[in-house]
């Protein structure tokens, strides 16, 4: 068995290549990472409601709501998508395809005149 890892080509080296390929990617967390994720984002979902409620800010609430629903997008995608513990691949695809996103509503809005380019 201990042979396995030291041969060159065949299933041994597939064995080794799998094994450095985990040892990039970072470990999941346990059940208590995850629970203070979700209170973090019932805080943050708290803040979103005061914030709306506040007369203080109505000037600026979009881009606090905006900046509130992105942070906690950012953590739903990163933890319980576990983008932040696959493969580097995965994550630049999934950015590829929200940044295209983002992009394409843009230029819809702006096309409408919903948005001042």
Do not use: C, N
């Not at 042979?3 to 040892?23: F, P």
């Amino acid at each position: 068995m201990a042979q396995l890892g030291t041969q060159s080509g065949g299933a041994g080296s597939a064995v080794v290549a799998e094994s450095h390929r985990h040892s990039r990617e970072r470990s999941h967390p346990g059940p208590g990472i995850y629970v203070l994720v979700a209170v973090v984002l019932g805080v943050v979902t708290l803040l979103e409601v005061w914030v709306f409620y506040f007369e203080g800010v109505r000037q600026v609430i979009v881009p606090i709501l905006l900046a509130l629903s992105a942070a906690k997008f950012a953590l739903v995608a990163g933890f319980y998508m576990h983008l932040r513990f696959d493969s580097p691949i995965f994550r630049r695809l999934f950015l590829v395809g929200i940044v295209t996103a983002i992009a394409i509503y843009a230029a819809v809005l702006a096309m409408f005149g919903t948005i001042k380019a």
